[in-house]
């Protein structure tokens, strides 16, 4: 069979799956919703809450039906792109919410990745390029701390540090509170602000994006670092770069030109599954810095138990994660020919 036909029939198999993977999810994410102890209608309601309001609530909600009945209807709903109205937000829609908070973190998520890119691939190229040194030490040993500090610790002394002490950032939120927001065209502020030419909330978007973006992107950059040091040290030993050193191929030609590109092959892998992993990944970011996008109002939803919220915001996220992986598979496939499926 050809490298092409069997890429179309691996994209077809895991398209076929796509809808098997979602129904695991929303599966899941249905039963741990409903087996967290407590009761919605007192999350909803405060527990001083008349006894006949609650029944009303868990009855409009359906909270009174047999728990494979509840799941049936919700399926069917999905089936119709239904995912229902918010609890907690007077009714309204959880696509409308999506459509309101998804556009934050995913802003958040994109100068995220671009700060992890820039820092974990420039160290990993530096540690690679002199193996044994302090550098390479010290590469390894950021890529192994940047892993293993929780997010909410690093945001919090970041906050404590440059908001606090020396006054230099804002302690969160997205933009002033005072000032009136870039015209709403794409929901990204950088670029909106941009679009209408306004390069005063351009700056002033950036500085409130900075702490949070910073914060997540270094954090992340530890694992691009390990990545491009590992595949990058071993592209060096590779035979086709000793016969260009042999031919008399500056060192800093052959490494830029000829090993770093097979050696950020992986990358593009880690890159996709990271920034999908982000959007539905950044909720302790978003919480820490009061960044109004899906991962703070999905944390909302879970602890006032707002059912419809939650699993809207999951599956919307699950199907992002995989559509991502399939075309991540489909870039890799294109980039790289030794790949066979």
């Avoid at 610790?153 to 509170?177: C, Y």
């Avoid at 994006?209 to 040290?233: D, H, Q, W, Y």
């Amino acid at each position: 069979m050809s490298r092409s036909k069997a890429l179309q029939y691996y994209i077809l198999a895991r398209l076929l799956l796509a809808p098997l993977m979602l129904w695991t999810i929303i599966t899941i994410v249905f039963l741990l919703m409903r087996a967290t102890p407590g009761d919605t209608a007192d999350a909803i309601l405060g527990n001083r809450a008349p006894e006949a309001a609650k029944l009303k609530l868990r009855e409009e909600l359906g909270l009174n039906q047999p728990l494979w009945l509840q799941y049936l209807n919700y399926l069917w709903d999905l089936l119709r792109l239904d995912l229902g109205n918010s609890i907690t937000s007077k009714g309204i829609a959880v696509w409308e919410v999506i459509r309101e908070h998804f556009p934050a973190t995913l802003e958040l998520a994109f100068y995220s990745i671009v700060v992890a890119l820039v820092v974990g691939i420039g160290i990993g190229i530096f540690s690679a390029s002199r193996p044994g040194s302090a550098i390479d030490v010290g590469g390894r040993l950021f890529g192994i701390v940047t892993y293993a500090l929780p997010i909410f610790w690093v945001g919090m002394l970041l906050q404590l540090i440059f908001s606090v002490q020396l006054g230099w950032f804002p302690l969160g939120t997205r933009f002033p509170l005072s000032e009136t927001p870039p015209a709403a065209i794409t929901g990204l502020y950088t670029i909106d602000s941009l679009l209408t030419g306004n390069f005063a909330q351009f700056f002033t978007a950036l500085h409130y994006l900075a702490m949070p973006s910073l914060t997540l992107g270094v954090l992340l950059s530890g694992i691009f670092e390990r990545i491009v040091r590992v595949n990058l040290k071993q592209t060096l030993q590779a035979d086709y770069v000793e016969a260009a050193r042999a031919r008399g191929i500056p060192e800093r030609q052959i490494l830029l030109a000829h090993a770093l590109k097979n050696a950020l092959i992986p990358v593009i892998t880690v890159l996709g599954l990271t920034f999908a992993s982000l959007l539905g990944g950044a909720v302790l970011t978003e919480v820490t810095f009061s960044w109004p996008g899906l991962g703070n109002r999905l944390y909302e939803a879970i602890s006032l138990r707002d059912y419809p919220t939650v699993q809207g915001i999951m599956v919307f996220f699950g199907a992002i994660v995989v559509f991502a992986s399939i075309l991540i598979d489909l870039i890799n496939a294109y980039i790289d020919p030794r790949i066979r499926y």
